[in-house]
C-alpha cells in the first residue's frame, strides 16, 4: 500500500494511492453524497488544527504556563500526527478505508470529548492527552480521505476532486480561528497583570478556571458535528476500493534495503531536512502569532488579537493560489527559494523591528509560506524511482518539526525575555529551506553498489 498523506492545514498536498482504484463499473455512479461527506472531513481537520493556536495563549494564561510549556500543546497534537500513519495504514489493508474514516472520527469525537473533565478538573495534562487522541484521528482521516476522493468519480476528473476537497480546508482554517476568537478567547476578557495582582488567590483561581471552561462549549459543539458525520458515513454507500498493486514490493526490497538506498541520496536527505524545517516555523509562527500581538502592542486583547491570525490564514489561502501560478511558470525549485528567502526576511524583521511592523511582517509570511511544503515534497521525491513509496512517507513523518521546533520557540522566547526575539528560530528554518532550493534540490546521478 502506497500512501502520500496530506499535510493538513499546512498547504495542502495531494495523496497518491497506488494500492486501490473504483471499479469502472462503480465510475458510473453517482457518488455527490460520499463526496460531500468526504470533503466536509478536509473542513473537520483543518478546525482542529488551527484552533491549536487558539488554545495556546488562553491556556497559558490560565495555567499560569511559559512559552516553551505552553508549545507542548503543538508537541502533543504533532506527536500523535507522527505516530499514528503506519497503524492506520494496516488497520484499512486489513479491513477497508470506510474503517479507517469512522475509527478516526471516533478518535477524534474522544479526544475533544476530554476537553470537558480536563476543564473541570483544570488539569493541563488532561487537554494534552485530549489533543494527543484528536491528531491520532486525525491522522487516521488523512491517510484515508485523500486517496478516496482522487477516485472517487471519473478518472480525468481525478484531479479537480482534490483540489475541491482541499478548498474546503483552507476554509476551516479560516473558520476555526473565527469560531475560536469568537467562543473562547472573547467569552472571558483576558486581565491585565495589574488586574491579576490585585484579586485574592480565590479570585484568581476562580478567574483562570473560567478561562478554561470556555473551551467547554466549542469542543462539545465539535463532538457533536463529528458523531453526526460519522454516522452519515455509517450509512452511506461508498464504492469498493480494489487493489491495483501487482507486488511490487520484490521490486523495490525490503525496507532497511530501501532506506539503506535513501540516505546516499543528497536531495532527498535534504528535503527531510528541509520539510522538519518548514513544518516546525510555520507552527511555530502562528502558534505565538498572538502572543507576539499581545506583547508589542500594549492594550491588546487576545480576543483583538486573533484577527491577525485570521489575516495570516487569509494571506496563506492567498499565496496558495499565488505560487500556483507561478509554479507552472517557473521553476518549481527557484520559486521555493525565493518565498523561503523572502520568509527568512520577514522573520528577520519580525526579529528587530518588533511593534505593529514586526506584527505585520510576521502576519504577510504566510503568504510566502503557502507554496512550500508541496514544493519540498515534489523535489524531494524526485528520481527516487523504486524508493518513491518510502521515501515519500519519511518525508511525510518530518511534521513531527511542528511539535519540536514550536517549543524550541518557546524556549529561546523565555531566555530572552519576548516573542520577537524568538523568530530567529524559524528564520533559521526558512533559511535551510533557502539552501535546499538553490543548492540542494537537484537530482544528482544515483550511485549503484
Known sequence: MYLIFNEGAMGQVSIQSESYCVTSHERKGNYAIPFALLCSLFFLWAVANNLNDILLPQFQ???TLTNFQAGLIQSSFYFGYFLIPIPAGILMKKMSYKA????????????????????EGMSYSLFLIGLFIIAAGLGCLETAANPFVTVLGPEESGHFRINLAQTFNSFGAIVAVVFGQGLILSHVPHQSDD??????????????????????????????????????????RFPSIQSDAHDDNKEAGSVMASISRLLRIRH????????????????????YLIRYAIEELPGTTPGFAANYLTATMVCFFIGRFSGTWLIRRYAPFKVLAIYAFISMLLCIISAVLGGHLGLIALTLCSMFMSIQYPT????????LGQDTKYGSSIIVMTIVGGGIVTPIMGFVSDAAGNIPAAEVIP??????IFIFAKFRSNVMPRVTA
Open 427 to 432: 528564520a533559521l528554518c526558512f533559511a535551510i
Open 61 to 63: 494564561q490560565a495555567f
Open 195 to 236: 488586574v491579576l495582582k490585585s484579586m485574592t488567590s480565590e479570585q484568581l483561581g476562580a478567574y483562570n478556571h473560567s478561562l478554561v471552561l470556555a473551551v467547554q462549549s466549542p469542543y462539545m459543539i465539535i463532538v457533536a458535528v463529528v458523531l453526526v458525520v460519522a454516522l452519515l458515513i455509517a450509512l452511506t
Open 376 to 383: 519540498i515534497f515534489s523535489l524531494g521525491i524526485k528520481g
Open 100 to 119: 479507517g474514516i469512522i475509527t478516526g472520527l471516533l478518535l477524534y469525537a474522544i479526544g475533544a470529548a476530554l476537553f470537558w473533565p480536563a476543564a
Open 268 to 287: 532527498w536527505r535534504w528535503a527531510v531536512l528541509a520539510q522538519f524545517c518548514y513544518v516546525g516555523a510555520q507552527t511555530a509562527c502562528w502558534s
